[in-house]
């Protein structure tokens, strides 16, 4: 049967509502602090059991893309990512919205995870058996490495101030060794506290720190609203042909990046956001422009946020393997209607499979129907009072922290990260850097404990492998790269003296 | 003007949060009304639940909490959905189950609001074997003898097994390979001191084995690192194991049930293979003690019932489940012999 067939099937009315339904949903809960694409896949698994295979992965699918974009809007708008994912979203757009140009932001935002999401979902349905065995080629000391170039991606964030980057990033690597030791099954640093005997939770964290800090921020500056006067609303969402071009390339680098760390088990989406963006403003002619508004910067990173999705599903639906942890939830899915990830969903059950993979691809036309039309509408909240923004922010927060396992305790930490949030901002201490300490500081640690358990002293036949050694080679490359100029520099005083 | 429309957005944006809060993650309330329309007569075969005596005439009154103290999606959480869904269908019921996701510490957290909780029959957990074990090792109240069980959903066995490409055909092949190179071959589990750490140090017990324990955060994880080369032998349970055996990239080598699994007949048990060792994880549904036998009683019948209904048992054809169905009485028996067995072994020898 024609791929292109199972395009045309999909064009029924039932079909076309939940589309509609799963996308508005997903950009909704994609918006809210502490509600994520997960929380949506979650509540409507259930409520999916009685329609058809297609239609209810169509659905969740719609959910997962518009999901993992909804947290951009707020993310560029009101320096509040409403998903963890979407924090570096915040290092550039928040900048641009400030500058007076949140239209324009939320343009770039959208083209390019338009872009991201399209790239993704297109190497799902042409290459994903190829590109799956990929997955088996990663052990504990690769995935080590690869959870290194996020944590490599800190000193280039860090570069100018490195003295108060390190301190952040320290501090984050410190509260990600709360909790239970995944080796040893001990629990540390917990202070006889049942709620954090796990870990501390990543979710009130980084609504405490990005988004609650943001309120006190909002009254310290005696702010009226983030945009003041009439000027916020200057661009358009349209991009010019020139302003794409600008931004063409680090789109479309984006988009491979985040398809291709979506692959990964386990690597996820802050890895392929700070990938892309460090080599997006490594390789820029003026890379002092990012983190202050730069186009570049928030497109390189969008791309490779929506990127994920489709690479996340390639290891899914042909082995099994859910790449994070949305698309664990989709494996749930798919296994309630009866169909089991493996080769035999791309035959015996191709019509469901391509049916959800030209769900996803609409589902990206949303996010752009979402982005370009809605956008003055989103922009409005800009211009919304202070004393309005700051009971909305506060109660998401304490909500949205609160929601996700109903513990009180959980209330009181984005209270206390949103006070040490605060004072690191106040201080010019960089909040990235804390992040993404935080979030890959436990993945590395249990890699690299369990990779030396695995090598059992024979540290050559792991480490010389083809794939080890490429990895090896990109981590140094983007250890180095920041500071090439400096070290060209040293070598030029060198001869000057000889 | 302006101003009240930012008011009222902002109004809406929270009241739509409380409202995913509360309502959505209802398990029962999407189904459709209760018919007791002539359509169910087809059904009424299959579905012989009566009210038992002493039970409140408005039962249930309210919403029934069920905590689940692990993340959404697993097949026992969905499987429960299903039975919960079909409960209120016919039964009839004008509420339904709520399922409280509480995740945290290993299962602890829920566990211990649970086994507080007031025993009226309004709030039930998830209830498995991994329970005891913890409740054992850490001394904490929700032993077997502090709870009414409702009702078993499944007994998965535990399952031995190594990458296809392996070259151990048979349990022994293995364990022998790991008494000769001691601490040479490594074995994939998701706990060391749950279930499947416990198997593993039993099972070392029984043979002079020794492996190298390496835990993973989950079961696919193990199996990829196996499917990949990269660790030498997984122990986990029969249910984790579909999509990889369906792919050909591991095999299985014994299970840990008593007799041969349903799901997998070909392969021996660990007791054929000459180890007197059983893991199986049993998952099922309890309430606090305390809770009113009438209550108990009638929602083991329904949960019964719901198991052994044709729509049920259709929707759950291609997810392979290790049904193990027991009512109330059965469930009870067979925990309280694990949490004896737990008992002793720890009372023997401490393992965490």
């Known amino acids: ?498 | 003007m302006k101003k009240l429309a930012a008011l009222l957005l902002a109004a809406a944006m929270v009241l739509s949060l409380a409202a995913c809060g509360t309502s959505n993650k209802n398990a029962g309330e999407e189904s459709p009304a209760p018919s007791a329309s002539p359509a169910a007569g087809t059904a009424e075969s299959t579905w012989n639940v009566t009210r038992p005596e002493g039970l409140p005439a408005d039962f249930p009154s309210k919403e029934i909490t069920y905590i689940y103290p692990f993340g959404v999606g697993s097949m026992q959480d969905i499987y429960f959905r299903i039975l919960a869904e079909k409960i209120k269908e016919k039964e009839g019921w004008k509420y339904g189950f709520v399922v409280k996701q509480q995740e945290g510490a290993s299962g602890d957290i829920g566990w211990t609001n649970f086994i507080k909780s007031k025993p009226d029959g309004y709030t039930i957990g998830f209830a498995p074997t991994a329970q005891q074990i913890t409740a054992i090792a850490y001394g904490k109240n929700y032993t077997a003898d502090n709870m009414a069980y409702i009702f078993n959903m499944m007994s998965d066995p535990g399952a031995v097994g190594v990458s296809s490409k392996s070259q151990y055909a048979t349990l022994q092949d293995l364990m022998n390979a790991a008494k000769e190179n001691p601490g040479k071959i490594t074995i994939g589990v998701t706990s060391v001191t749950g279930s499947e750490g416990l198997a593993v140090l039993q099972l070392e017990e029984a043979s002079g084995a020794k492996f190298k324990v390496v835990p993973y955060d989950g079961e696919t994880e193990v199996l990829t690192a196996v499917a990949g080369g990269h660790c030498d032998a997984y122990c986990l349970n029969v249910g984790d194991l579909a999509t990889f055996l369906s792919e050909g990239s591991i095999k299985i080598l014994a299970v840990g049930s008593e007799e041969r699994s349903e799901l997998v007949p070909d392969v021996p048990t660990y007791k054929e293979c000459g180890y007197d060792v059983i893991q199986v994880n049993s998952r099922a549904i309890a309430a606090p003690a305390g809770t009113d036998e009438a209550i108990i009683k009638y929602l083991s019948d329904c949960f019964v019932a719901a198991a052994n209904d044709p729509d049920v048992k259709a929707q759950c054809a291609d997810m392979t489940i290790p049904y193990d169905t027991k009512d109330y009485k059965e469930t009870t028996e067979m925990f309280m012999g694990y949490f004896k067995t737990y008992k002793d072994l720890w009372e023997k020898e401490p393992w965490a």
């Open chain 1, 1 to 498: 049967m024609n791929i292109l067939s199972y395009f045309a099937q999909l064009f029924t009315l039932q079909n076309l509502m939940w589309l509609c339904i799963g996308a508005t949903i997903g950009v909704v809960l994609g918006a809210l602090p502490g509600m994520s694409a997960d929380t949506g896949i979650g509540i409507f698994l259930p409520l999916t059991f009685s329609l058809p295979p297609t239609t209810a992965l169509i659905c969740l699918g719609a959910i997962y893309v518009t999901g993992s974009y909804g947290g951009n809007i707020t993310a560029v708008l009101v320096n509040t990512p409403g998903t963890s994912d979407s924090l570096f979203m915040t290092l550039d757009g928040y900048p641009m919205t400030l500058k007076g140009e949140g239209l324009k932001a939320i343009g770039v935002t959208t083209i390019s995870a338009f872009a991201g999401g399209m790239v993704g979902c297109l190497a799902l349905l042409f290459i994903a058996p190829q590109l799956a065995k990929l997955a088996f080629y990663f052990g504990a000391w690769e995935l080590f490495l690869t959870v290194m170039m996020g944590i490599i991606i800190i000193i280039s964030l860090v570069k100018e101030r490195a003295l108060k980057g390190l301190m952040s990033a320290t501090l984050g690597f410190l509260c990600s060794l709360v909790g239970l030791d995944g080796l040893t099954g001990f629990s540390r640093f917990n202070f006889g506290i049942m709620a954090i005997y796990d870990e501390l939770p990543l979710l009130p964290v980084v609504l405490g720190m990005f988004a609650f800090s943001q309120v006190f921020v909002l009254i310290a500056e005696n702010r009226k609203s983030i945009v003041i006067g009439e000027e916020s609303m200057k661009g358009s969402v349209w991009l010019s042909p020139k302003e794409l071009k600008n931004i063409l390339f680090e789109t479309l680098r984006g988009s491979v990046i985040g398809t291709l760390i979506g692959i990964v088990p386990a690597a996820g989406t802050t890895v392929a956001a700070g990938m892309s963006y460090n080599l997006a403003r490594s390789s820029d002619k003026d890379p002092e422009s990012f983190g202050k508004g730069n186009p570049k910067g928030l497109a390189s990173v969008s791309a490779a946020n929506n990127g994920v999705v489709g690479g996340s599903l390639v290891p899914l639906l042909t082995l099994g393997i859910p790449g994070n942890g949305t698309s664990a939830l989709f494996m749930a899915a798919l296994l309630i209607h009866g169909l089991a990830p493996g080769t035999q969903l791309f035959t015996t059950n191709a019509k469901y499979v391509y049916g959800l993979i030209f769900g996803l691809i609409l589902a990206n036309v949303f996010i752009l129907l979402f982005g370009l039309y809605g956008a003055r509408f989103y922009a409005k909240i800009t211009k919304v009072p202070s004393s309005v923004l700051i009971p909305v922010i506060t109660a998401l927060c304490v909500l949205g922290a609160f929601s996700f396992r109903y513990l009180a305790f959980d209330m009181l930490l984005v209270l206390i990260f949103g006070v040490i949030g605060y004072f690191m901002d106040r201080l010019g201490i960089p909040l990235a850097p804390f992040v993404l300490a935080f979030v890959l500081g436990k993945s590395a640690e249990i890699d690299l404990r369990r990779a030396l358990i695995l090598m059992q002293g024979d540290v050559a036949s792991v480490v010389l492998t083809p794939l080890s050694i490429l990895l090896i080679i990109i981590d140094v490359a983007l250890l180095i790269w920041p500071f090439w100029d400096n070290i060209k520099a040293l070598f030029k005083k060198k001869e000057v003296k000889a």
